[in-house]
């Protein structure tokens, strides 16, 4: 009978694929007793969620496909057994839901989200299922279930794709709705820049900054960690955390680790990062490796390149701690594959696509490859644009950017610079270099930007 409880409940309820996914599927009936139905979930964090949001519509298709009115309670399966006892006999407060006054909001902005990353694209694993759910509960019910939502995992796991996915979920629902994510960079260089119009005798400006981040129904911060440090940052940040979790606006907050380990960031933004949900993104497990790469493969309409199994199965035993570098490999496999003019894929091709993947996470050494890599990860500009000849701000600010970083952080010539950005001469390269030094002076968004490259580049 449950299964057509709880497919009754999808279609009469409305639920989403994915909502009933991460709710309803791996709900299991523990046991029945009296007039009580126990059942189990997957962690505990989730039962406020499914209790306000799921009880009454699973209460009803309970009732009409048995004919009984049944009590439900809930056990987390996340739990050791002896506590799993006790939710037998407890019974879990249900919340009052209460009805708030909806406003209306202009459209909403739906700059800054990256159309690829959604709910729909994300591959829920071992390593991140918790961080999904939670997620998702935010995303179904902004301001209402964890706030703030502190995501933490190493690069290239997956945060900002779950803080994206979000954004896009709530939007879908309520284009009304004010959604601004941001990276903390954006934060602090529109801070510094509110700042400085400040001194110059603009009043305006600090009002604008304060508008643009604190009238909002849901604000995401990215990669949190680089505001450590920086003082006004922080106590601007401070004052904006408060003014929206005093309103019941959604916070989330995504960093590369947990806030009891942020030692030098205050202790008053620790705390506040801590009063809502923590969940880390771990490193995903073979089959969810192999998983991710499937669906890239449906994603990104790679199946006509018909990639045997085996040639799949080595990427993913080799690349174990990123999923950004699992990706890439992918993609460079295919790009050997067209350039080489080869027949077929086999191990070997992959061998060669993950040469230069495999080495750098074990010498912590800084070499202008990595430097490119990270800038151009950072600037969302291609390795090969970087390299070729194209002169808009943009890729001509980020090329100089490669230029002075590999001049500061390793000791190559301006000449194996040069080389390395497809060619280009050692005096062009020194312009480059002088450029940035010179305008890192007085530009501060500038200097802050440069800084946050660094700590991606050498996080020590
Ligand atoms: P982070 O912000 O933690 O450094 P990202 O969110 O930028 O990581 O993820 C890096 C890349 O890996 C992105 O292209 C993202 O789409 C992809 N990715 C990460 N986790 C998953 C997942 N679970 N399923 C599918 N793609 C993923
Ligand atoms: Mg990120």
Same mark, same amino acid.
């Given at each position: 009978?449950?299964?057509?409880?709880?497919?009754?409940?999808?279609?009469?309820? $409305? *639920?989403?694929? !994915? +909502?009933?996914?991460?709710?309803?599927?791996?709900?299991?009936?523990?046991?029945?007793?009296?007039?009580?139905?126990?059942?189990?979930?997957?962690?505990?964090?989730?039962?406020?969620?499914?209790?306000?949001?799921?009880?009454? /519509? *699973?209460?009803?298709?309970?009732?009409?496909?048995?004919?009984?009115?049944?009590?439900?309670?809930?056990?987390?399966?996340?739990? /050791?057994?002896?506590?799993?006892?006790?939710?037998?006999?407890?019974?879990?407060?249900?919340?009052?839901?209460?009805?708030?006054? @909806?406003?209306?909001?202009?459209?909403?902005?739906?700059?800054?989200?990256?159309?690829?990353?959604?709910?729909?694209?994300?591959?829920?694993?071992?390593?991140?299922? $918790?961080?999904?759910?939670?997620?998702?509960?935010?995303?179904?019910?902004?301001?209402?279930?964890?706030?703030?939502?502190?995501?933490?995992?190493?690069?290239?796991?997956?945060?900002?794709?779950?803080?994206?996915?979000?954004?896009?979920?709530?939007?879908?629902?309520?284009?009304? @709705?004010?959604?601004?994510?941001?990276?903390?960079?954006?934060?602090?260089?529109?801070?510094?820049?509110?700042?400085?119009?400040?001194?110059?005798?603009?009043? *305006?400006?600090?009002?604008?900054?304060?508008?643009?981040?604190?009238?909002?129904?849901?604000?995401?911060?990215?990669?949190?960690?680089?505001?450590?440090?920086?003082?006004?940052?922080?106590?601007?940040? $401070?004052?904006?955390?408060?003014?929206?979790?005093?309103?019941?606006?959604? !916070?989330?907050?995504?960093?590369?680790?947990? /806030? @009891?380990?942020?030692?030098?960031?205050?202790?008053?933004?620790?705390?506040? $990062?801590?009063?809502?949900? !923590?969940?880390? !993104?771990?490193?995903?497990?073979?089959?969810?490796?192999?998983?991710?790469?499937?669906?890239?493969?449906?994603?990104?309409?790679?199946?006509?390149?018909? %990639?045997?199994?085996?040639?799949?199965?080595?990427?993913?035993?080799?690349?174990?701690?990123? %999923?950004?570098?699992?990706?890439?490999?992918?993609?460079?496999?295919?790009?050997?594959?067209?350039?080489?003019? =080869?027949?077929?894929?086999?191990?070997?091709?992959?061998?060669?696509?993950? @040469?230069?993947?495999?080495?750098? &996470?074990?010498?912590?050494?800084?070499?202008?490859?990595?430097?490119? &890599?990270?800038?151009?990860?950072?600037?969302?500009?291609?390795?090969?644009?970087?390299?070729?000849?194209? =002169?808009?701000?943009?890729?001509?600010?980020?090329?100089?950017?490669?230029?002075?970083?590999?001049?500061?952080?390793?000791?190559?010539?301006?000449?194996?610079?040069?080389?390395?950005?497809?060619?280009?001469?050692? +005096?062009?390269?020194?312009?480059?270099?002088?450029?940035?030094?010179?305008?890192?002076?007085?530009?501060?968004?500038?200097?802050?930007?440069?800084?946050?490259?660094?700590?991606?580049?050498?996080?020590?």
């Amino acid at each position: 009978k449950w299964e057509e409880i709880i497919q009754k409940l999808k279609v009469e309820y $409305f *639920l989403s694929n !994915i +909502s009933f996914e991460t709710w309803i599927r791996p709900l299991e009936v523990y046991e029945i007793r009296g007039n009580t139905l126990y059942l189990t979930v997957n962690f505990k964090a989730s039962i406020e969620h499914i209790q306000n949001k799921y009880l009454l /519509p *699973l209460k009803v298709c309970i009732a009409e496909v048995t004919g009984t009115e049944y009590q439900i309670k809930f056990i987390p399966r996340d739990l /050791p057994r002896e506590q799993q006892r006790r939710y037998l006999e407890k019974t879990a407060p249900v919340k009052e839901k209460t009805h708030k006054h @909806k406003e209306v909001s202009p459209i909403a902005e739906k700059a800054n989200l990256n159309p690829k990353y959604t709910f729909d694209t994300f591959v829920v694993g071992g390593n991140n299922n $918790f961080a999904h759910a939670a997620s998702l509960a935010v995303a179904e019910s902004p301001g209402e279930v964890y706030n703030p939502l502190f995501l933490y995992g190493g690069v290239g796991l997956g945060k900002t794709h779950l803080m994206h996915s979000i954004a896009h979920y709530i939007l879908d629902r309520e284009p009304s @709705k004010k959604v601004l994510y941001v990276t903390s960079e954006t934060f602090t260089n529109d801070l510094i820049t509110a700042i400085r119009n400040g001194k110059t005798g603009n009043d *305006l400006a600090m009002n604008a900054f304060r508008d643009k981040y604190r009238n909002n129904d849901v604000l995401l911060i990215d990669d949190v960690q680089f505001i450590i440090g920086k003082e006004s940052t922080q106590e601007e940040f $401070f004052h904006t955390f408060n003014h929206l979790h005093n309103a019941g606006k959604q !916070i989330v907050i995504s960093s590369d680790k947990p /806030p @009891k380990d942020m030692t030098t960031l205050e202790a008053r933004l620790r705390t506040r $990062f801590e009063w809502g949900l !923590i969940a880390d !993104i771990s490193v995903p497990d073979y089959e969810t490796r192999m998983a991710i790469l499937y669906k890239k493969i449906e994603l990104d309409q790679l199946e006509r390149y018909q %990639i045997p199994d085996e040639v799949i199965q080595y990427i993913a035993m080799n690349i174990k701690t990123n %999923i950004r570098e699992l990706e890439g490999s992918l993609n460079k496999l295919i790009a050997l594959y067209r350039i080489g003019g =080869r027949k077929n894929f086999d191990v070997s091709l992959a061998a060669e696509a993950l @040469k230069d993947m495999i080495a750098p &996470d074990e010498s912590h050494k800084v070499t202008p490859e990595l430097v490119l &890599d990270v800038v151009s990860d950072h600037f969302n500009v291609s390795v090969s644009e970087l390299k070729g000849s194209r =002169r808009n701000a943009r890729t001509a600010g980020a090329r100089q950017i490669v230029m002075y970083l590999c001049r500061q952080m390793t000791d190559a010539s301006l000449q194996s610079i040069g080389d390395l950005l497809g060619g280009r001469d050692h +005096s062009t390269v020194n312009h480059g270099v002088d450029k940035i030094a010179r305008d890192v002076e007085k530009d501060e968004t500038l200097r802050n930007t440069i800084e946050i490259i660094q700590k991606k580049i050498s996080p020590l």
